[in-house]
């Protein structure tokens, strides 16, 4: 079973902010959270991971909060080209780490 | 390319059938995974390498499901026998380091695999 709750599906505008919340209550300390998102029948792509800090890259923003219960993925400007699955997985970074569990994801809609 | 590749991109066989579905890593990644995937569903882990060695095989569903990585890059799952219910996509990812990283994973695009 996934470690991660997220919600099914979620539609933001074009241009706004897209906000995907994921919880992780049972995440132990040696495990990353990661998204990734898949676009059609593509394979999952990478988008970001982090431990206990906030992250940014060129494609979003990790928030991850202070007890590291839950995190959420920005999208800070929604394109149609983001409508996508997205996926919260959490892993560890150390031994036993070979299996990466991915749960049913959130189907985000980027609506003009 | 410098990604995943996996071959072939589309694969139809009768029930019964033995396949063979080819995974080229990037290129110096030493970590390989294999998933299985259903419409509408998320990747499901069948089985991990790291370099050549098969270090987790309990997400492959029975024995008729088998991998191998010979040569710690290019790697094979073979389906023996196959029925219908083992139509899915199937896909590969690799990743630069070991589990002991913190290395994402890149995935293939993925065979396509119909049983009829």
């Known amino acids: 079973d996934a470690k991660t709750t997220q919600p099914p599906s979620m539609d933001c505008a074009e241009g706004r902010a897209a906000n995907l919340p994921c919880n992780h209550s049972?995440?132990?300390?040696?495990?990353?959270v990661y998204w990734y998102r898949q676009i059609h029948s593509q394979g999952p792509q990478y988008i970001i991971h982090?431990?206990?800090n906030n992250e940014t890259n060129e494609m979003a923003s990790l928030i991850i909060t202070e007890d590291r219960k839950s995190s959420t993925l920005i999208l800070p400007h929604a394109t149609l080209r983001d409508t996508a699955v997205y996926y919260c997985?959490?892993?560890?970074?150390?031994?036993?780490?070979?299996?990466?569990?991915f749960g049913a994801g959130t189907r985000l809609f980027v609506k003009a | 390319g410098a990604g995943v590749s996996q071959s072939p991109r589309y694969k139809v066989t009768k029930r019964g059938q033995d396949v063979a579905l080819r995974c080229d890593p990037i290129?110096?990644?030493?970590?390989l995974y294999w998933y299985r995937q259903a419409l509408g569903q998320g990747p499901e882990f069948l089985t991990y390498?790291?370099?050549?060695?098969?270090?987790?095989k309990s997400g492959l569903p029975n024995d008729r499901f088998s991998a191998e990585r010979p040569e710690g890059s290019i790697s094979t799952l073979t389906i023996q026998r196959t029925e219908q219910r083992d139509s899915a996509m199937y896909r590969c990812?690799?990743?630069?380091?070991?589990?002991?990283?913190?290395?994402?994973?890149?995935f293939g695009d993925g065979t396509r695999l119909s049983i009829l």
């Open positions: 390498f790291n370099y050549e060695a098969q270090q987790d």
């Open positions: 982090g431990l206990k």
């Open positions: 049972t995440i132990s300390g040696n495990e990353y």
């Open positions: 997985i959490v892993r560890p970074f150390n031994t036993g780490g070979f299996k990466t569990i």
């Open positions: 290129s110096g990644h030493v970590s």
């Open positions: 990812a690799s990743s630069p380091a070991g589990v002991e990283s913190n290395q994402p994973q890149h």
